[in-house]
T-cell receptor, first 113, second 113 residues
Framework: EADIYQTPRYLVIGTGKKITLECSQT?????MYWYQQDPGMELHLIHY???????EKGDLSSESTVSRIRTEHFPLTLESARPSHTSQYLC????????????FGPGTRLTVT | AQSVAQPEDQVNVAEGNPLTVKCTYS??????LFWYVQYPNRGLQFLLK??????LVKGSYGFEAEFNKSQTSFHLKKPSALVSDSALYFC???????????FGTGTRLTVIP
């Protein structure tokens, strides 16, 4: 079992609230990722980071923001949640080398009412 | 450009029968190929990968995959399906030197008792 953690696992919140989804890994991986996935559907990369102070937007445009102040921590923030943000958010990490697989956290299922 | 195609949204197979989940890819350079499985309300779990060498790759839970360069395919196989194999399966590819993994749209496998 990979050591990558996401909290909360489930979150129901009202429109307009600010939320932060937490992701931490204890493997010392340089690379970290955030994916958005509707239930049973494909994954969309929304943010990634190759190391401390490095963040990039992914293939799917997202209103969320991320930060990477520490290697092990890659939080995702929504300043003002909307119902369209309702989805599952998956965090992943991997070593620097391209040949390595990504390790996924258990996900956060977000519902915005 | 990199892409992955999983042509079947759904695969049904009887318990004890062999199963195949199809994946084809397009990348620049040599491919790194991965298979992941996702159970309900969980993150993705790594099954196996092809980096180089033997075209037949063996992975977790009795799964294997065959890399076919001429057909640009990386089909997932298992000789005898179990009901517990029922899940969502994702194929992913990264080209040499590429930044990120590209995931397919997923195939839902249902093993019928």
């Amino acid at each position: 079992e990979a050591d990558i953690y996401q909290t909360p696992r489930y979150l129901v919140i009202g429109t307009g609230k600010k939320i932060t989804l937490e992701c931490s890994q204890t493997m010392g991986h340089d690379k970290m990722y955030w994916y958005q996935q509707d239930p049973g559907m494909e994954l969309h990369l929304i943010h990634y980071s190759y190391g401390v102070n490095s963040t990039e937007k992914g293939d799917l445009s997202s209103e969320s923001t991320v930060s990477r102040i520490r290697t092990e921590h890659f939080p995702l923030t929504l300043e003002s949640a909307r119902p369209s943000h309702t989805s599952q958010y998956l965090c992943a990490s991997s070593p620097r080398q391209d040949s390595y697989e990504q390790y996924f956290g258990p996900g956060t299922r977000l519902t915005v009412t | 450009a990199q892409s992955v195609a999983q042509p079947e949204d759904q695969v049904n197979v009887a318990e004890g029968n062999p199963l195949t989940v199809k994946c084809t890819y397009s990348v620049s350079g040599n491919p790194y190929l991965f298979w992941y499985v996702q159970y309900p309300n969980r993150g993705l779990q790594f099954l196996l990968k092809y980096i180089t060498g033997d075209n037949l790759v063996k992975g977790s839970y009795g799964f294997e995959a065959e890399f076919n360069k001429s057909q640009t395919s990386f089909h997932l196989k298992k000789p005898s399906a179990l009901v517990s194999d029922s899940a969502l399966y994702f194929c992913a590819v990264r080209g040499t030197g590429a930044n990120n993994l590209f995931f397919g749209t997923g195939t839902r496998l249902t093993v019928i008792p």
